[in-house]
């Protein structure tokens, strides 16, 4: 039986097989863009009070400024379609996006966004746990602008995130196409390959689309119970290093996260199912999980980064003893401390520093240099490759960093370096494990490869630098114009 033919057998239950939760991320439209006609002569069909959309991949390229101009026609056309038919009325539009600042330029950005479409406003996390498939942001423009989640729709280019959070929401959502070629790393690796499968049965069996939004606890609770939204956040709420006052006076647009779910801690009741409940419960512990990162993520960092010293040295010493089974045990711990670092930074209310990430690439080195010096004493490693790991790590540290950092240009970590430490991590586990025994031709090759694509990393590192830092200029350069416009011109609207 061919793909096709399987497909055009499948039930919406057998669906949900196909991959885990693809089932809540079945939309109740497909579309190739918003700048489709058809896409447009259905929301006029539904009479639509509130359109939002996702940002990136949507309406715009990854990372790009301008939205495409045949997107931008449309959505005017759709305003003023909406107001002959509604006098006195307007539709409204927004952007619920999981970008969030990280700079003056990131919100100059959006910014821009909100000016061309028109936009009256867009919802960004403040903190991680209220990013999509979390249906909070769009709950939040609903109760905003008083417009029931069913006479909404949200389009988006991410099942797994977009359709996901509309349908948690009880919106109606519209699935597109993403825009462009650009695409985020993790994306493109963990998200993408399920989502085109999904994409592919659901353009071959239309009829497993949603025909309405599904039930919605969260939107049924914020309604009945006249739940406030809290206010817009203000320059109060964001570091005035990463966003300077100054731009809060000059657009409204950008709102931080307004929080219907500071309700959901006290609508928990015995008649609500056991999943709903759950889910409350685990949204809450994340909440105070995020607290406590946004205020002590560099402690932690800092404490994770520093134990791979110990780990590594009592690694190193299990190989010396042989005893291999528990030295594997010890590295993956010390590998966890290696991401948990980064991730525990990240949500600290500052974000990661640079010494923080000058610590921890010491750390990295330490480990690699006790550990490598004794996978090769015992023989599980050529001396060869330990000499070239150990120089190129010396060499990009010692010449090539300090070179680029003397002429201003940012020398934080490169895609090329980070695949180089993921390609090492995972010949030295295999060097440790005993499984290798049995196959010392493929623990060579790893190392190899390993050793391969450190010195790779050194030769690429002057180039990716320089990229980077003309990337940045540009951005710069853009954003510094588009500031002036709206400096001239402020972008300031009355809800």
Known sequence: MGIKERINDLTRLELDKVSAGLQRSIPTRLARSLADEDVWQWMSTRDFR?????????????????????????????????????????????IVTNKRPKNWIDWVKIVNWNHQIGSDISLVPLYPWQKKPNPDMLLEAAYLFDVPPQFAVYSGDKASADIAAANAAGMWSLWVKRLGNEDLLGDRLGRRPPEYLLRLILENR??????????????????????????????DSWDPSIIPEELFSLSNVISGYGAPTMLWDQIITDEMPFSARRQILQSSVYRKLDKILEENGDIIAKYLTNSRYPLSVVCAGLILAEKYDAALAVYSAMIATDFADGKAARR???????????????????ATAVIGLALAFKGRKSWEDFIVQIVSDREMNSVVRPLFE??????????????????LDFAEGY???????????????????????????????????????????????????VLDQLRDNPYILEY
Do not use: C
Request: no cysteine.
């Open 50 to 94: 509130l359109v939002l959309f996702d940002a990136e991949g949507t309406l715009v390229k990854t990372g790009g400024w301008d939205i495409d101009p045949g997107i931008k026609e449309r959505l005017e056309a759709y305003r003023q379609d909406f107001s002959s038919r509604h006098p006195g009325e307007e539709a409204r539009f927004g």
């Open 206 to 235: 239309p009829d497993l689309l949603l025909d309405k939004p599904p039930q919605s606890l969260a939107a049924e609770t914020l309604f009945s119970r006249g739940a406030k939204v809290a206010k817009d956040v203000t320059s």
């Open 348 to 366: 600290h209310k500052l974000g990661i520093k640079k010494k923080g990430g000058d610590d921890d690439n010491r750390a990295d080195k330490f």
């Open 406 to 423: 003397e002429l201003g240009v940012e020398t934080r970590s490169l895609p090329s370096g980070k695949a180089a430490m993921v390609g």
């Open 431 to 481: 060097s440790i494990s005993q499984r290798s025994d049995r196959h010392p031709d493929r623990r060579a090759t790893f190392q190899r490869l390993a050793t391969i694509a450190k010195s790779a990393r050194v030769a690429h590192a002057p180039i990716g630098f320089l990229q980077r830092d003309e990337f940045m200029r540009a951005e710069e350069e853009k954003a510094r114009t």
